[in-house]
């Protein structure tokens, strides 16, 4: 649509798995229009080209991110909620409420498997109105009487100073392209567990 002499694309998800979520339509006339397609991470690079191998020029440059400013952020502990108060073993996630996240039922198997004062904080998992996935979360925190164990923050500028209070971030998503807060929670020194995931590695 754009009388342009060069146009660049720009890749941000695992292009298989798009495809499929919208009924695997052929975007190759698209893609023979556009010079230089820029992918977020080598994976998606791989996924990209695994459906047009025949693009000449797909390069990687991987989500920009201030180390720095994370890093000073970071010791800014006065945007912390009073409801984060940490346990002996203290949890951060980061992410809205949604199936692929994956909360539903994690912190359950954990709880039962030690004797220690385990809290998982879940940033950015409380919102006005809530979804469904948030409400079930909530009845499960009920039923298990899980009440300050598994605690659903609001989302925050300044989620850094949790990670850096965190003994442990753990991030839950099936799948993802390019993973910032799990880049966020290494650049302030704190030990993460992803999936299994190719973009993780």
Known sequence: YLPAKKRVGWIRSEYTRYLSLNNNVDETKYYKRINTVVAVSDFAKRSFLNVHPWHPHVVTINNFMNIEIVREKA??????????????????????????????????SVIDRTQKDIRWYIIGGSRK???????????????????????????TSNPYAYMAEADLFVHTSISETYSRVVAEAKSVGTPVVVNNFEAAY
Not at 85 to 101: A, E, M, N, Q, Y
């Open 129 to 155: 109105g809530g979804s469904d996935s948030e409400l079930k979360i909530k009845q499960d925190i009920a039923s298990y009487k899980l009440q300050g164990k598994l605690v659903l923050l609001p989302e």
């Open 75 to 108: 010791e800014d502990k006065s945007s912390i909620d009073p409801q984060f108060v940490k346990g002996d073993f203290t949890i951060v996630s980061i992410g809205r409420l949604d199936p692929v996240k994956q909360f539903d039922g994690i912190l359950r």
